[in-house]
């Protein structure tokens, strides 16, 4: 007796594959044939975590990995609270606000599982992080996608516009801000016309803090927590970018409100404890972090900021606003179809045996055919990496033109 | 304006909390207290983790911790190729029956998000793995437990009175074995009649394997794969009982079935990774692992197992079979109420400044009321503690009937 094809559930056809990732096989068979590949593809960072985290790394000694406290190891609980305090000002905060989670993809996994049903909708910013779809799958709620603009450095549009999107449905609002993928830091204006509409409206509001180190030219990092401290905010915060730390899967959930907290720890506790190493390490550190680490990342990212827009916008028909934070760059091409140019990258294009990999912005859009001709730019490589690649760029597109 | 409080999703309100955790805060108090807790309530193992493990944490060194990749680290991905050979024999399996997972937990996650839709129910036998109904009330599916006797040490009953259990919305049947929290290991006969039942009524068959290293009295340990390769297989597999890394978040999904891998890849890039450095260090020690670590820690627990077992059974109104793996007994108590009871002992009972942990029975299943006068232990301590915490369980019992 052979057995049928068994078929797999609705929800796991319907889980998209990385809109950066499904490139990978492309670039592996491109390195096996010697060609050299600069990244500008994925939003990982390359300076080196803080020394205070690298040495505690090397001199922890154990005898087997323990399960972590289902709630966060107590250290790193109370060096996130030193943290928003020193950084922030928050001093109202207490261990009990936070949740640890494995990375903030967790957090907004379970941000969208405490506050969604079934076929809810969720308000979302385009371009927005391509991975909110997958987890809104898995949720079975649907994403309302408000479409922000390029002439307007992707801020966001009115308040009537925005409040059109929302319907007897529609149950959050999710901002990330400093942004992935455009580099938008929302002003302070903007953050309290999205928390009015969230209370207006009675919405849920999940804030996607993972980047709130790197805001530029002189401003202090914010969270919405700064301007409101109401019960229905959902910050999600994470180590990965602000630490270079990518890997190590840590993040949080921080609220003011108690149901969402309970709820997020008994998540936790079906799962057990975030990676333990890695708490016990930060929650050793953190603390000891002096401010000028956060300047000198700030700094070199605003940097390679300056550089690349200058850089891309001085070649014909490319159009790149200029972000506030992050180390992104939301960029318009002369190429009607970006995925196709990506793979052109990988496959075709050559330069002294070089090329750039690039992630066509499609997939952070929800609107069908929007972000066909744009991509986005990860300045995650040293600048002089950073003028090769957008130099690669240049000549890759003016050969593309030609094909 | 005053926002109103805002309800959470329906399925965050149904997340049971740990059964066992829940107890925790009782312990704390006691520990305030200056009372010395015999822990026998969490799977933790005790025994070190091999040397070539803590020696690769030890010596590892680091700049920042990039994200893994999203199908596993290529060399933690050949070293289970290998470990599948040269502990099971299994010869056929490449790394792409292989998708890693951030602990056995996420693995569970996937395989019912994979398998089941909303409203589908999955066959369980009870006593099972409290986390189940965490990860089935996510998944909205419905838990169809089958009761298994402690006087047949939780043997399966015969297929005629599983197949009662199997409906029109059945599309799964979940096994772990060696079991937590019984420490059964299912006979080569109970595997194949499983797979029979299976095919009969094409269902997926989850076969949760954490402790599969952890089988007794000389018998070789044993994974479902062996006795068929069958594409409605899904093993989960974990690091963390087999090496003493609970904490380091580690798992895998062992599937001949490609569109499981292709969706679990999926589900795998919309969090990125899974934990970066314990992945590293893993890769570079399994292949060199020798099988005495595998041998000495199974006659460590066996000896265990022997010992408690002998000792519960000689106090009066205690009932416990011996199992064949694990480090799991499921003991019967001569107390009505073992969630009563497990309270008593954190809060009231003492003797000389001691006393002990213990994990009621009736989270472990889903039909109401059973469980109530069991408990589970963990035998994760060693046999001088293990004595001591025993007898401490006898003194109470005795104190508790007089209350």
Chains 1, 2 share one sequence.
Not at 199 to 220: C, H, M, P, Q, V
Not at 288 to 305: A, L, V, W
Not at 350 to 366: H, L, S
Request: glycine share 6%.
């Amino acid at each position: 007796m052979k057995i049928k094809m068994l078929t797999l559930s609705y929800k796991s056809e319907k889980i998209p594959a990385s809109p950066i990732r499904e490139l990978a096989p492309l670039a592996q068979a491109a390195k096996k044939r010697g060609v050299k590949i600069y990244h500008l593809n994925i939003g990982e960072p390359d300076v080196p975590s803080p020394k205070e985290i690298r040495s505690g790394f090397k001199n922890f000694s154990l005898k087997s990995i323990p399960y972590a406290n289902s709630h966060g190891e107590e250290k790193l609980l109370e060096s996130l609270v030193y943290y928003y305090q020193s950084r922030f000002g928050l001093k109202d905060l207490t261990v009990n606000n936070f949740q640890t989670t494995s990375g903030s993809s967790e957090g907004i996994l379970w941000a969208m599982m405490t506050t969604l049903n079934s076929n809810d909708n969720i308000l979302v910013f385009e371009p927005f992080y391509a991975n909110y779809k997958s987890y809104a799958v898995q949720i079975g709620a649907t994403l309302s996608p408000v479409t922000c603009d390029i002439k307007n450095g992707f801020h966001l549009p009115s308040e009537e516009k925005i409040e059109r999107k929302i319907n007897a449905k529609t149950r959050a609002i999710l901002i990330c801000s400093p942004n992935n993928p455009t580099g938008t830091v929302l002003t302070d204006d903007e953050l309290k016309m999205i928390l009015k509409i969230a209370k207006k409206r009675n919405l849920w509001l999940i804030s996607d803090e993972a980047y709130t180190e790197l805001i530029f030219d002189g401003k202090k990092q914010k969270t919405i927590l700064s301007f409101s401290d109401s019960s229905n905010i959902i910050v999600l915060g994470s180590f990965s970018k602000t630490y270079s730390l990518c890997g190590a899967r840590l993040g949080y959930i921080l609220s003011q409100n108690k149901n969402v907290l309970s709820a997020c720890l008994r998540l936790s506790q079906a799962r057990l404890g975030a990676p333990f190493f890695e708490q016990v390490v930060l929650g050793r550190a953190i603390s000891n972090i002096k401010d000028s680490y956060f300047t000198k990342i700030r700094k070199e990212y605003q940097e390679r900021r300056d550089l690349s827009v200058s850089l891309l916008n001085k070649i014909p028909g490319v159009f790149c606003p200029k972000p506030e934070g992050a180390f992104y760059l939301l960029v318009e091409l002369p190429v009607a179809d970006t995925e196709d140019f990506a793979r052109f990258l990988l496959t075709d294009f050559r330069d002294k045996g070089e090329t750039v990999m690039i992630a066509p912005a499609q997939g952070f859009y929800e609107t069908a055919n929007l972000g066909k001709n744009k991509i986005r730019v990860a300045y995650v490589i040293n600048k002089k990496n950073l003028r090769r690649a957008i130099e690669l760029l240049e000549i890759a597109i003016k050969k593309y033109g030609k094909k």
